[in-house]
């Protein structure tokens, strides 16, 4: 178990930015994740690299960001794979590892991992985990290599692409459904017909496309995805995978030579790629008291995602701020409820 300063789980004002005692309790429920991880990939040789926002601030706060709340690392393709083997079989009891391939139904591209699937006031999970009641996570990103040859990056593309516009078209229809539930009703019947035609033929259009990429894997690498997935009641199961092809592709192409690696949603997204030479090396940062590893040319790297990061820029990322908001409203009814019963 990990040890924090008597006083770290207070109120602090960093950047001018309010961290109460609770996002303290989450951080050190994060890090605690982060170093079974750590322990495992020690363990067995493998390499992760802090990323994203983690990068970011172990770099510019030496720790989180004030306004960030969740941890992200990089893991290279041929680790990540084997982590993908190894964490469901090493990690502590209770921990969950959401995947593709480790959990039915996880529609996501990376790999999450979760200290629990639900909030808990037992002293035992809060001694665990520094008083944290939620439950907590990381994402583990793979960095794949962009193949030199065309016709190979091509296909590799077309994969990535096509799970990518069936995920958009899952978040869509659940935005839809929802907005049937709510304000959208208001809408006119008329407004509401052209919009329904309208995404019913894009989706008509991409499912076409998807369809030729699976003739196309099939072709070049002998892949067989059941065309019977296309019909609209198997997406989701296409979606898990066009992921898991997507995960298997890249080791396909190990022998290729390349320059350039990237998350590939990043790549495909953004157009955001790095040079592998600056993840030959690792260095090590201080992030919340711990050492942590990072790409050698991590300048480079930040730079790469985000221009000028020296620069101070408040956000709260891609989701709420808090992470826990939804927890913190279940964990009332259930501390009322045991008010009550007692």
Same mark, same amino acid.
């Given at each position: 178990?990990?040890?924090?300063?008597?006083?770290?789980?207070?109120?602090?004002?960093?950047?001018?930015?309010?961290?109460?005692?609770?996002?303290?309790?989450?951080?050190?429920?994060?890090?605690?994740?982060?170093?079974?991880?750590?322990?495992?990939?020690?363990?067995?040789?493998?390499?992760?690299?802090?990323?994203?926002?983690?990068?970011?601030?172990?770099?510019?706060?030496?720790?989180?960001?004030?306004?960030?709340?969740?941890?992200?690392?990089?893991?290279?393709?041929?680790?990540?794979?084997?982590?993908?083997?190894?964490?469901?079989?090493?990690?502590?009891?209770?921990?969950?590892?959401?995947?593709?391939?480790?959990?039915?139904?996880?529609?996501?591209?990376?790999?999450?991992?979760?200290?629990?699937?639900?909030?808990?006031?037992?002293?035992?999970?809060?001694?665990?985990?520094?008083?944290?009641?939620?439950?907590?996570?990381?994402?583990?990103?793979?960095?794949?290599?962009?193949?030199?040859?065309?016709?190979?990056?091509?296909?590799?593309?077309?994969?990535?692409?096509?799970?990518?516009?069936?995920?958009?078209?899952?978040?869509?229809?659940?935005?839809?459904?929802?907005?049937?539930?709510?304000?959208?009703?208001?809408?006119?019947?008329?407004?509401?017909?052209? *919009?329904?035609?309208?995404?019913?033929? =894009?989706?008509?259009?991409?499912?076409? +496309? $998807?369809?030729?990429? #699976? &003739?196309? /894997?099939?072709?070049?690498?002998?892949?067989?995805?059941?065309?019977?997935?296309?019909?609209?009641?198997?997406?989701?199961?296409?979606?898990?995978?066009?992921?898991?092809? *997507?995960?298997?592709?890249?080791?396909? =192409?190990?022998?290729?030579?390349?320059? +350039? $690696?990237?998350?590939? #949603? &990043?790549? /495909?997204?953004?157009?955001?790629?790095?040079?592998?030479?600056?993840?030959?090396?690792?260095?090590?940062?201080?992030?919340?008291?711990?050492?942590?590893?990072?790409?050698?040319?991590?300048?480079?790297?930040?730079?790469?995602?985000?221009?000028?990061?020296?620069?101070?820029?408040?956000?709260?990322?891609?989701?709420?701020?808090?992470?826990?908001?939804?927890?913190?409203?279940?964990?009332?009814?259930?501390?009322?409820?045991?008010?009550?019963?007692?």
């Amino acid at each position: 178990m990990l040890e924090f300063p008597v006083d770290y789980f207070q109120d602090e004002v960093r950047e001018d930015f309010l961290v109460d005692s609770t996002m303290k309790t989450v951080w050190a429920a994060e890090l605690e994740v982060l170093n079974e991880i750590a322990v495992i990939c020690l363990r067995h040789g493998l390499k992760w690299y802090a990323a994203y926002g983690t990068l970011l601030g172990a770099v510019r706060h030496q720790g989180f960001i004030p306004w960030d709340d969740d941890i992200d690392i990089w893991m290279k393709r041929e680790d990540y794979r084997k982590i993908l083997e190894i964490l469901p079989k090493e990690l502590p009891a209770g921990y969950i590892v959401r995947t593709p391939h480790a959990r039915e139904g996880y529609p996501e591209y990376q790999v999450y991992v979760n200290n629990s699937d639900s909030i808990s006031i037992e002293p035992e999970h809060l001694q665990q985990f520094h008083g944290c009641p939620f439950y907590v996570g990381i994402d583990i990103f793979p960095l794949d290599i962009i193949p030199a040859d065309q016709e190979r990056a091509d296909m590799q593309r077309s994969v990535f692409a096509s799970a990518l516009m069936l995920q958009q078209m899952d978040y869509a229809a659940k935005t839809v459904d929802d907005g049937k539930n709510g304000s959208a009703r208001a809408e006119s019947a008329a407004a509401g017909s052209s *919009a329904s035609d309208r995404a019913t033929a =894009e989706n008509t259009a991409i499912m076409v +496309q $998807i369809g030729k990429v #699976l &003739d196309m /894997l099939w072709e070049q690498y002998k892949i067989n995805i059941d065309r019977k997935l296309l019909r609209k009641e198997h997406r989701k199961e296409l979606l898990m995978n066009l992921w898991r092809v *997507a995960e298997q592709l890249p080791c396909k =192409e190990k022998n290729m030579k390349s320059h +350039q $690696i990237a998350m590939y #949603l &990043d790549y /495909l997204k953004f157009g955001k790629k790095f040079e592998a030479a600056w993840f030959e090396q690792e260095n090590y940062l201080s992030f919340e008291g711990f050492d942590i590893p990072v790409p050698g040319n991590y300048d480079a790297v930040l730079k790469a995602i985000y221009g000028d990061y020296k620069v101070c820029v408040r956000s709260v990322g891609m989701h709420d701020y808090p992470c826990y908001k939804k927890q913190l409203e279940e964990l009332r009814r259930r501390v009322a409820q045991a008010e009550k019963s007692n």
